[in-house]
Each structure stands twice: as structure tokens, then as C-alpha cells.
């Protein structure tokens, strides 16, 4: 062997099995000439499969996917060509594949092509990842060389010329130890045998002064496969060639990117996910490093495509995140959180308008260059002998959300073009997970803004209850949920009380929820009891469903939900409760003993099981507190429901305490860790009317009758110091206790509550609602109703066991100042 033959200087085999790629050759049509094990193990298509057809039986039938032949015009573009794309597997599901496709060149002139593919979601799983294996590869030059079952060369890339310095004319048609003899050769030979015989991947390593850079020694890692025909027969040997000089940096930047899937995007916030990629980057990449967020990036707004420095108002960017190699940061001028100042002239702007990044090895800090354009921090520069500089683009979805500023100072190495593959890397990595914390906080943001649109401000309990809440959202990936709360005046100083949960979470389960908090508004309106208003609100949930199922362009939102409604009568003190999968409320008794009633516990909404919903009715003493909450309040991920209502019952068992105080004790008793659903909590004290604030009669079905209800309320209102309402309650009474004898046929009611308001009921023995007429000028009838409504705060009907009651409400604000409701304190 000459002096210039001479190249090969050492050599390490290593027979072990290597992750391997699916390697096949395609004929200059795209038809498959030579298969390997490694691809049908991959693929699942054995040889016989696929030689002799084309490369397309592995494609998917698809617009997107590219046609072969416009493959093979990709690659006779670009003579060797890599990236991404998807195949399909034997069994018929998709693989997403990492590709590399080499011209090989034959004798006279002939071509083949060197298609070497590998799964991307093996990738993912070895320690080097996968992402940046793909990087190297498609970065890193290969040569190819293939060779019959004698071991001669019959097809070879150009790069392959550089590795050992034989050119093609001299090694095709010979075998290496003919092209280039000596121990070296042989032993590379020998590896090429043993992969012939066993099929398997062997790898073999050496050492080379390649062509392009004959002053310096490089080390190469050679991989021979085994090339099958249509019969699995080995058809010949194709050994792969890489330049591995810089392996074991190489492996110190996978090692950086293997961290940065686990230390990046830790969380679903956007500063600390800025700061966790300045953390990773110093020291392994930069001395300094900082990153920098447009202001609408934090709050999830949508970024712009392109960042125009040069406008009237340049736009504003947070300091994300910052690391230095020196303690305290003292490069920046800026804390984390703080506003930064871009230069509109500078590199980072030009990076910001162009969405490319900017390398400058040897950073020049003298005096008129632009980094004067911010004069503090070129001194800063020059005081920590910041030489090289790396600026990339954080870009997700071909939106620019900020910067990332790499920097050294202490290490005299200057950043080179593989220091800015590994920047690029480490920034996409890191855009993916800043978008995605975006769009988490724009939904997050928007569906809170949504339920707390939809959800009471303010509870009114009126006369028989008083109210307190607490709504705590999860802080969890999947967001907001859909829980609900109320309380709502019914007619007769009642009160309704509601505690909902709509399956799932974001803005589709608070849309929901906002939905169904509606609905029941509507039913309660109407008046019907508890069991009788979860039957009409799952009819509504299912019709909800049924239209979302309906809707061809999206994906079924509505999923299910639970619901607790409880009605409550400070005249009687009785509850009447009923529950759809809700869980059961709590009850403390003004003692201080708690219960769960044992209520049914119904189907949750929106199944269509059919099966009734039940009430229950509990007397309840004054003072007695009846929580109503949601799941989230009693679940936990390491406890069960019973300890969590155990805790709960604890929790509440001084109902001596005030509403807040109890409030915060329940909602504060849940174990540390942050909890995976909304908690909701829902707390009332029950109060009582005194007899003396209701006035009851029983009246004849007789016309007759009307003078003397009239002045029988006139009397009561009387006693109670309310004369100056005497003129419009005794109209309401006379219009409704008139319509009463016209339509009833058994004794009529008549009851005056006062309260928050003055309530006039009056109850017959007809079922059929009243109905509001405008009567025309020459009608004599229809007008009473119409002049109820004017002279009342609001009026209407409900069902009662034995007929119906038709009432009407007046605004006390119209009686003397000093009128108070006898048995009552201010406090009412």
C-alpha cells in the first residue's frame, strides 16, 4: 500500500445488534430491487413482498403523501435527500419515519437509490433521541457503498470518495482489499462476511484522513447490512459510512436534548417553561443565555406571524427566563418579568422581522457597531467579554412568540454552525411547549371568564336563607371545569338551591355548564318541584346532545352532567330535595350533628336511561346549615369519597361559626396536593318565618267573597305597618281572588307573607294557569291580570297538590320607612 493508499490506521469491530434502520434499494423507476430484515421487521412486508414492485405498496393512499416518481424527482434534485414522512405498516396502521435516500452510482453510468429509514417513535424511546438523530443525520454527509455476495463493489455514492480517498472508477467492480489493500481492509471484510452469512447489522469502526481534510484524523463507524432478493436470499452487502469524529460532543448534545424532554415544558406555564430553557442551555451550551416572550405571549394571546420593529409602536417583549455562569445574572439589565428593550436596528429585531436565526461567532464589541444601539448594555458586554453570540427565533405554528439570546463569555470557543443546530433544537422543543401553554392560558383564561360570567356574583337568600360560597378551579392541564351554583327566589319567601357539575373540562364544559345553570333558571320559573325539574332538564341535556352528536364538522362536546336541587319553605321549614348522580348534601344540625341523607342517588344527566327521578322532604330546624357541593370538594387521587364526606362533615360540624369561616374550613381541608377537579361549595343557614308574618283565610267560592278579602288584607296590613301599601294590595287581591270564583268550585285560599316583600297568594281549586291577555278598548273583561302585573315587583302561578296558586309579589321600598315585619330582627 502507497503512502496516499494508506488510510486506514486502526480499526474496532463490534458484532453487536445496533438500533438498526429499515435499509431497502429502489432501481431508478422506484421499484424495489434488494430488501433487508431490519425493514420487515419494521414495515412487516417480507422480500417477497416487496422486491420487484414498486416502493408505493408502502405508501398511504393519501393527497398528501408524494407520488414516487415525484420522490425520485426530490431526489435527483438534491442527489441525497432526507426528513420526515409516513408509510404504511403491513398490518395497515401508519408509521411516521425518519428517511435518507443516496444516489448510488454503477458501472456505465447506472443509478440506484439508498433508502434508509428509521421509526420515529423508536427513536424517541432509546436515549438518543430521536429528534436529534435525525438532525445529525440529515446534516452529516454518509457514503454508501454496495457489493455483490463476492464482496464487489457494484454501486457506490460520490460522498464515499471523501471518506477514504478511492475513487468510484477504481473501486467499482473490485473488492476492498483489491481497491485499497491491507490488514485494515480485511478486517472490514471479514464484518462485511459475517453480516452476509448471519443477516444481521454489524458494525465496524476505523480511523481516516478523508480527502477534505487530509491534515486532520477522523473516525468513521462503517454499518453493513444484508441485502435479501424476492427469494430472502442475500443478494450482496450495502455498508454505510459515517463520519463519527465528533461523537462523543455529539453525544454530550443528545444527552442535552434527552434532558430537554423532560426539563422543558415541565408545566403549562409560559415564564417558567422561558426560564426552564435558559436553565438548560448554561452552562452545556452558552455561558448566558435569556429568553424573550412578546407581552401577550404570557396571557395567551394569539403572537404575530412577523414582529415589525420599524412601526410607530414597536412591540413590547417580557424577559421570560435568564442563566448565567456567574451568580446573580449580572449580564442582564432585567429581572425575570421585566420589560426589554430590542434595539430596532440590532440583530435580535432582524431575527424578529425575518424568523431566522443570527450566528455570530466573533461578536465585535468596538466602538460604532450595533451594539452601541443600547449603550448600558454594550457595556455590559464588554465588562463580561461576551465574544460570540447566537440569537434564535422561538417560533410555533409560523408565529414568532420572542427570542432566545445564546452568549459565552468564558468558554474562549467561539459558537459555530453545530452549536446553532443544537440552539434550533433546544428553541423548537421549547416553542412547542411555550404554544401550547399559550393556547392552555387563552382557553384556560377564557373558559374562567366564561363561568364566572355565567356564575352568581352575588346569592340572595331572601327571608330563608343565608348564603355562602366557594369556587376554586383546578389548576390542572385539563382546565376549567363545567360546576355550577345558585340560589334562586321562588314565590312564597321559598327558595331554590342548585349545585351542578358538567363532565369534562375548558370552554366546551363551561358553555355547558352556562347552558344547563340557564335551563334551570327556567324551570324553577315554572315552579316545579325537584324531582319534576331534573326530568326537564335531562330532557334538555339529551336534546343538547343529540344536536352536538348531529353536527358532522366537530367532535360530540357534551358528555354528561350532575345535578343537585333542593327547594326550601322558611313557613314550614321543610326542604324538599332530589338529585341526578349528584352527591348527597350535608347536613348539620344546629347542635352540630351531621348527616348525608340517604336520597336517591338518580342517573346522572343526559344518559337516557328513563329511570324517574325521586324527591325527598326533610323538616329542618332554624339554623340547621345544608352544604351542597361538587365531587372535587370530597375526591381525592389517594382517598375514597367516604373519607372526603367524613372530612367534609368534620370540617362543618361548628355551625356555630360564621358561613366564610365554615367555607374556608371545608374548602382548606383537602390534603395538599393540588386537587384535580373544581371545587365547589355551596353553604346555607336556614331561617324560619314567625307565624305573625303570615296571614292565612279561607274563602267561599262566592262573588261576595271579594269585598271582604279586600278588607281583611287592608286589616292585616294594618297590623303589620304597612298602610301605604293598602291601595295596590287590595286591586291584586280583588283581581285574583275574583278570577279564583269564576274558575273555581271548591273552597278558595287566600295568604299574605311578609317578608323581603309582601307576597299575596291566592290558591283554587282550578288547574289551568292564568294567562296575561291585552285587551282591546271595547273588551269589558282581561284587563285584571294585566293591571296585577303593573302594580307588582313580578307575579305568577305554580301547581299545587289539589289545584293551583296564582301569586304576586310587591316592593316594600313603597311603605313607610319604619315598617318591619313583626318577630323579625334588622338583620331580615
Excluded at 472 to 501: K, M, N, Q, Y
Excluded at 546 to 564: F, K, N, R, S, Y
Excluded at 623 to 632: C, F, I, K, V, W
Aim: proline share 6%; charged share 20%; with cysteine.
Amino acid at each position: 500500500m502507497t503512502s496516499t493508499d494508506k488510510v486506514i490506521i486502526g480499526n474496532r469491530s463490534n458484532t453487536r445488534e445496533m438500533p438498526e434502520s429499515a435499509v431497502a434499494m429502489l432501481d431508478e423507476r422506484g421499484t424495489v430491487v434488494a430488501w433487508t430484515h431490519a425493514a420487515e421487521q419494521l414495515l412487516g412486508y417480507c422480500a417477497g413482498d416487496v422486491v420487484g414492485r414498486s416502493a408505493a405498496r408502502v405508501l398511504p393512499p393519501s393527497e398528501e403523501t408524494p407520488t414516487i416518481s415525484a420522490l425520485i424527482e426530490q431526489c435527483r434534485a438534491h442527489n441525497d435527500w432526507s426528513g420526515t414522512m409516513t408509510v404504511r405498516h403491513r398490518d395497515g396502521h401508519m408509521l411516521d419515519i425518519n428517511h435518507r435516500i443516496s444516489m448510488l452510482w454503477g458501472q456505465d453510468g447506472t443509478f440506484r437509490w439508498l433508502v434508509s429509514v428509521t421509526d420515529i417513535g423508536t427513536l424517541s424511546r432509546e436515549p438518543m433521541n430521536g429528534s436529534v438523530r435525525e438532525s445529525l443525520l440529515t446534516h452529516a454527509p454518509i457514503g454508501v457503498v454496495v457489493r455483490d455476495p463476492q464482496l464487489r463493489c457494484v454501486w457506490v455514492n460520490d460522498t464515499m470518495e471523501n471518506h477514504d480517498g478511492v475513487s468510484r472508477d477504481r473501486r467499482l467492480g473490485r473488492r476492498l482489499t483489491d481497491a485499497l489493500p491491507g490488514v485494515e481492509s480485511e478486517a472490514l471484510e471479514a464484518v462485511m462476511r459475517q453480516a452476509l452469512q448471519n443477516g444481521t447489522t454489524a458494525v465496524h469502526e476505523y480511523r481516516a484522513w478523508p480527502t477534505e481534510d487530509p491534515r486532520r484524523e477522523h473516525a468513521f463507524s462503517a454499518l453493513c447490512f444484508c441485502l435479501q432478493d424476492a427469494n430472502s436470499k442475500a443478494l450482496g452487502v450495502c455498508g454505510i459510512s459515517v463520519d463519527v469524529t465528533g461523537s462523543q460532543r455529539a453525544r454530550e448534545r443528545l444527552a442535552i436534548l434527552s434532558q430537554a424532554s423532560t426539563r422543558i415544558g415541565s408545566t403549562l406555564d409560559v415564564m417558567r417553561t422561558g426560564q426552564e430553557l435558559a436553565d438548560l442551555a448554561v452552562p452545556v451550551l452558552a455561558d448566558y443565555a435569556c429568553v424573550d416572550l412578546g407581552d401577550s405571549v404570557p396571557f395567551g394571546e394569539e403572537p404575530s406571524t412577523r414582529i415589525d420593529m420599524m412601526s410607530g409602536r414597536p412591540p413590547v417583549f417580557l424577559r421570560a427566563g435568564q442563566a448565567s455562569i456567574h451568580p446573580g445574572i449580572p449580564e442582564s439589565l432585567f429581572a425575570r418579568g421585566e420589560t426589554v428593550f430590542i434595539p430596532p436596528a440590532s440583530p435580535l429585531a432582524r431575527v424578529l422581522r425575518t424568523g431566522r436565526s443570527h450566528l455570530e461567532p466573533v461578536l465585535d464589541t468596538s466602538p460604532g457597531t450595533w451594539i452601541d444601539q443600547d449603550p448600558a448594555q454594550a457595556q455590559k458586554a464588554r465588562e463580561y467579554g461576551v465574544h460570540s453570540l447566537m440569537i434564535v427565533p422561538i417560533i410555533a405554528r409560523r408565529a414568532v412568540l420572542g427570542i432566545a439570546l445564546f452568549s459565552r463569555t468564558e468558554d474562549p470557543v467561539p459558537f459555530q454552525e453545530d452549536d446553532l443546530l443544537l440552539a434550533e433544537e433546544l428553541v423548537t422543543r421549547a416553542a412547542l411547549s411555550l404554544d401550547n401553554a399559550r393556547q392552555y392560558t387563552r382557553e384556560r383564561a377564557a373558559a374562567l371568564a366564561l363561568q364566572r360570567n355565567l356564575l352568581p356574583h352575588r346569592l340572595t337568600g331572601g327571608a330563608a336563607v343565608e348564603a355562602a360560597w366557594r369556587y376554586l378551579p383546578a389548576d390542572t392541564e385539563a382546565g376549567v371545569g363545567g360546576d355550577w351554583f345558585d340560589v334562586i327566589p321562588l314565590s312564597g319567601a321559598r327558595v331554590a338551591l342548585v349545585v351542578g357539575d358538567v363532565v369534562g373540562h375548558g370552554i366546551n364544559a363551561a358553555a355547558t355548564m352556562g347552558t344547563l345553570r340557564t335551563a334551570v333558571h327556567t324551570l324553577a320559573d315554572m315552579e316545579l318541584p325537584p324531582d319534576q325539574l331534573l326530568a326537564r332538564l335531562d330532557d334538555t341535556f339529551q336534546r343538547l346532545a343529540e344536536e352536538d352528536a348531529g353536527a358532522a364538522d366537530q367532535t360530540p362536546t357534551v358528555v354528561g352532567a350532575t345535578c343537585l336541587y333542593a327547594v326550601y319553605d322558611p313557613i314550614t321549614r321543610r326542604c324538599t330535595l332530589a338529585r341526578a348522580g349528584h352527591p348527597p348534601p350535608a347536613i348539620i344540625g344546629p347542635q352540630g350533628r351531621v348527616t348525608f341523607p340517604d336520597l336517591p342517588a338518580g342517573s346522572p344527566l343526559g344518559l337516557g336511561l328513563g329511570v324517574p327521578f325521586e324527591a325527598v322532604e326533610l323538616e329542618l330546624p332554624e339554623g340547621t346549615l345544608l352544604a351542597l357541593y361538587t365531587d372535587g370538594l370530597i375526591e381525592t387521587r389517594d382517598d375514597d369519597i367516604d373519607v372526603g364526606m367524613r372530612r367534609l362533615g368534620t370540617a362543618l360540624a361548628q355551625p356555630s361559626r360564621s358561613l366564610e369561616d365554615l367555607c374556608t374550613r371545608a374548602t382548606e381541608t383537602s390534603p395538599g396536593q393540588a386537587p384535580s377537579d373544581d371545587i365547589t361549595l355551596l353553604l346555607v343557614r336556614t331561617r324560619s318565618l314567625s307565624p305573625a308574618q303570615v296571614a292565612c283565610w279561607t274563602l267561599p267560592s262566592d262573588r261576595a267573597v271579594v269585598r271582604s278579602a279586600r278588607h281583611m288584607a287592608a286589616r292585616q296590613l294594618t297590623e303589620w305597618g304597612l298602610e301605604g301599601l293598602q291601595d295596590p294590595t287590595e286591586l291584586i287581591v280583588s283581581e285574583l281572588v275574583t278570577n279564583a270564583v269564576r274558575r273555581s268550585t271548591g273552597p278558595i285560599g287566600l295568604r299574605l307573607i311578609h317578608h323581603k316583600v309582601l307576597t299575596c297568594e291566592v290558591f283554587d281549586t282550578d288547574a289551568s294557569y292564568p294567562r296575561l291577555r291585552h285587551a282591546r278598548t271595547t273588551d269589558e273583561n282581561g284587563r285584571g291580570l294585566f293591571l296585577v302585573a303593573q302594580l307588582s315587583g313580578r307575579w305568577g302561578a305554580r301547581s299545587v297538590s289539589e289545584g293551583k296558586v296564582v301569586w304576586a309579589e310587591i316592593d316594600l321600598d313603597s311603605a313607610p320607612s319604619h315598617a318591619q315585619a313583626p318577630g323579625t330582627r334588622e338583620s331580615l
